[in-house]
């Protein structure tokens, strides 16, 4: 993957996920479809929420988020006030839950969020919470059919909960958030590249980011490299 690529700066690596909208790699999204049709024949309607996201859509993103324009988060997922935290106490709350742009694992259509729409209740909302995805929560089937069967087609949680991944990040636990890992492995951005990017965008908190990057690539971009029961081989 080239580093534009991994930027979410070009999508020409992409394709439509079925009818579209959502967007993978051909080889993401062949897998994908192989296991929606699994999790079919075990009674769950595997569907994506979100797929490839480019740089500007993220950007957005954050920019709302450090503006206090759009929800924000503790570690606990209770509400916080972004203009009530300094500079760097707001961005490390943002990036427990949302990437840097530049940094997302969206941008490379090797990752996407799921659901499953037959289990929200009438009038419910897609929240994106893990207690959506634990017991007792409307997607907590879904995510044990996942946590058991996913690694057969290539995927497996980036930022997943416990030992079981043996990943180092200070992003927050994301039952919904899978990863093809027969591309996603081994996948290097160049800090360098990102330092430059960011100086050109349009960023809230630019400064405060550029100051503390070095820091937020060791804690909320390390390499997943990791994984268990990954059965499906590079293609």
């Known amino acids: 993957m080239t580093q534009d690529q991994l930027l979410g700066q070009d999508e020409g690596h992409l394709v439509l996920l079925g009818a579209g909208p959502h967007r993978l790699t051909a080889a993401a999204a062949t897998a994908f479809e192989e296991m929606q049709v699994a999790a079919a024949a075990a009674g769950h309607n595997l569907q994506p929420a979100s797929s490839w996201r480019g740089f500007e859509r993220q950007l957005a993103i954050w920019n709302g988020k450090w503006r206090g324009e759009r929800p924000l988060q503790d570690a606990d997922g209770q509400p ?3 203009l009530q935290l300094d500079e760097v106490e707001r961005l490390h709350a943002i990036l427990r839950w949302s990437a840097l742009p530049g940094t ?5 259509g090797t990752d996407l969020d799921i659901y499953d729409p037959d289990c929200l209740p009438e009038g419910g909302r897609l929240a994106l919470e893990p207690w959506e995805y634990q017991a007792g929560g409307w997607f907590a089937g879904l995510s044990d059919w996942l946590v058991e069967h996913m ?9 997943g909960k416990g030992d079981a991944q043996q990943i180092p990040s200070a992003v927050a636990f994301e039952p919904w958030h899978l990863s093809f890992a027969p591309e996603a492995w081994g996948q290097r951005l160049d800090a360098k590249a990102l330092a430059l990017c960011l100086q050109q965008a349009d960023i809230e908190g630019k400064q405060t980011i550029l100051t503390h990057l070095d820091e937020i690539l060791a804690r909320y971009v390390v390499p997943h490299d990791g994984g268990h029961d990954i059965k499906r081989s590079t293609p």
């Open 151 to 159: 690694g057969d087609f290539g995927f497996f949680l980036p930022y």
């Open 80 to 82: 916080l006030n972004a």
């Open 104 to 108: 997302s694992r969206h941008h490379w």
